[in-house]
Structure formats: C-alpha cells, structure tokens
C-alpha cells in the first residue's frame, strides 16, 4: 500500500469533496481518499499494483482541479 499527498487548487465546498473523493475513490486499488480544504490537499492510499499517481491526478483533473 503507498500513500501520497496531492496539492489540489480549485476546491472549495462540499460538493468539490465529493466530486474528488468519488471518482478517486472508484479507481481500482484506491483504498482511501481523504480531502482537506483548508489545506487544499487530497491523501490518498492505493494499491500501486493497481493503479498510478498519474492515473489518480489525471481523474483529478477530470473534474475539473488543478493539481500542483
């Protein structure tokens, strides 16, 4: 299992959180997604085996946010 934290500018209220913590968390070997607005982070624990950082930042992007 890794875990890697996002730097993720755009978000702003709840319905960001879901939009980001829902696709991400539909990726095959995502085990977790937690979204911190203050700190405009997105953690997220996966199974490397599964699926990349890149793929992860890529839905990300597909929902419209930036990552840094």
């Known amino acids: 299992m890794q875990n890697v934290t996002l730097n993720v500018q755009g ?3 709840g319905h960001c959180v879901k939009a980001v913590e829902g696709s991400v ?3 095959a070997g995502v085990e977790q997604v937690t ?3 203050e700190a ?3 953690a997220v624990a996966f199974d490397e085996a599964q699926v990349t950082v890149e793929k992860i930042k890529e839905t990300i992007d597909d929902q419209g946010y930036d990552v840094k």
Do not use: Y
């Open 11 to 13: 978000m702003s209220c």
């Open 40 to 42: 405009a982070t997105v």
């Open 35 to 37: 979204v911190n607005l």
């Open 25 to 27: 968390g539909e990726l």
